[in-house]
């Protein structure tokens, strides 16, 4: 199980992406759990994740969102603004596969 989560702004820009990684995950044959949250969120959401992903519109915050992540032991990047704007959903898991390992 790869689990993921991304952190923008309020949480719901990012609920296409999600969708579109869940299918590319489920394509794949692999066992995902991919959620998003506000990035206010952060710290109560980071238990257990394989990696973080941060949204371009919050990239700003990487450094502070960084430090938090590392306290976890959670690998965490900013997705790219093409993958991210486009809802490439299989862009994005490989990026997040790659972060994590896994």
Known sequence: ???IRLFCNQGMSTSLLVSKMREAAAQEGLEADIMAFPVNDLDEN???ADC???GPQVGYLKDKVLKTCESHQVP???IPMIDYGM???KKVL???RKLAGK
């Open 87 to 89: 809802c490439n959903g």
């Open 76 to 78: 965490m990047d900013v």
């Open 46 to 48: 980071l238990a257990g």
């Open 52 to 54: 973080a992903l941060l």
């Open 94 to 96: 490989e990026f997040a």
């Open 1 to 3: 199980m790869l689990k």
